[in-house]
């Protein structure tokens, strides 16, 4: 049991940790949110939609999505078109660190992480065709072991990506250097749209 639960929990760190919608979201919330708890929002709901992702897959919902190849790309297209204008939204975001600015309410902030955890094709593609593929070495409790780990990791790395950008805050109070990350982050999710671009042309041909 112990060797499924460091497998999972590998695997799935392994999955998380590269810069993609998800994890930019969640920093940028930590950022720009006056204090930490009013971030929770966001990551209480990106660590939810992992759970669904996650529990989905290991139980066999990766078979069905990657055995009907119509239902790949549609997932394929509606992740495109949002990547695209959540680019664009974080390309022309302006710094919220400045007195009398208005974050991300609640409501927004879950509206927005639910979008970006499960109409990002990337993120969802790799949750089912990754860990629930992994998951069949497993069977009995050493599944759910492994399925425990892989959930584990997403909280850590969540609440840990928001304690790293509230300290961001700390350092930029001016918001100055918050301007540059928007511009990196939606380079970094203009490029994961090519990337599906580029996967989708490879199915097509």
């Given at each position: ?30 950022a ?51 990547l695209?204008?959540?680019?664009w ?10 007195e009398?600015s208005?974050p ?15 109409l ?80 989708l ?5």
């Amino acid at each position: 049991m112990i060797h499924a639960f460091i497998y999972g929990a590998i695997l799935a760190f392994g999955l998380i940790v590269p810069l993609g919608v998800q994890n930019v979201f969640v920093f940028n919330q930590g950022a720009t949110q006056l204090h930490y708890l009013h971030a929770l929002p966001s990551v209480l709901t990106a660590f939810i939609c992992d759970v669904i992702l996650i529990l989905g897959s290991v139980l066999g919902v990766s078979v069905v999505v990657l055995t009907v190849p119509w239902l790949k790309i549609v997932i394929f297209l509606i992740g495109i078109v949002f990547l695209v204008y959540m680019g664009w939204v974080t390309w022309n975001s302006k710094a919220k660190l400045r007195e009398g600015s208005t974050p991300l309410s609640p409501k927004r902030q879950i509206a927005f992480a639910v979008s970006v955890s499960l109409l990002n094709p990337h993120a969802l593609l790799d949750t089912i065709g990754v860990i629930g593929t992994n998951a069949l070495h497993f069977s009995g409790k050493e599944k759910w072991m492994y399925t425990f780990a892989c959930i584990f990791v997403s909280f850590c790395w969540f609440c840990g990506l928001s304690i790293a950008g509230h300290f961001f805050h700390k350092i930029d109070k001016t918001g100055h250097k918050m301007l540059y990350v928007n511009k990196l982050s939606a380079i970094i999710i203009w490029g994961v749209a090519l990337y599906i671009v580029w996967q989708l042309l490879q199915t097509a041909s």
